[in-house]
């Protein structure tokens, strides 16, 4: 019995670092130019932002951020995701290293209620 409760909690803490929505960060439909003080980070696939690169930004996908996450240079960071996802584990992840996350930008395209599909986002709609 007490291996089953283990279990679900440990399901129950993973669904929630990824899906549950963070707070306290906001979102802009564009992304910032950069400055000094903050740096736009990519945490997208490799093949996504090479097909569509961002100015000035670091392309650090988020597989690879537990692991590099000491290159970023400057305390405050805008995110570049393609998924809700995304979003939330990486800043999850910075939040945890110290970072602060000034906004987020999501390139794909979110998809009404009725056609998501349970994907969460959308393509050619």
């Not at 690169?53 to 692991?67: D, E, F, G, M, T």
């Not at 992840?93 to 930008?105: A, C, F, N, P």
Request: charge should be positive; aromatic fraction near 8%; glycine fraction near 6%.
């Amino acid at each position: 019995m007490l291996l089953l409760i283990i279990i679900a909690v440990s399901m129950i803490i993973a669904l929630y670092k990824r899906y549950f929505p963070v707070t306290g960060v906001q979102r802009l439909n564009k992304t910032p130019n950069k400055t000094e003080s903050i740096q736009i980070l990519d945490v997208r696939d490799y093949n996504q932002s090479f097909n569509d690169p961002i100015q000035n930004s670091v392309n650090l996908p988020v597989a690879y951020l537990k692991r590099n996450w000491h290159e970023l240079a400057g305390a405050q960071i805008h995110i570049v995701a393609s998924t809700n996802l995304e979003k939330n584990m990486s800043i999850r992840m910075l939040r945890r290293k110290g970072y602060e996350i000034t906004g987020y930008t999501l390139t794909e395209k979110q998809c009404p209620p009725r056609q998501d599909k349970g994907k969460g986002y959308c393509y050619g709609i």
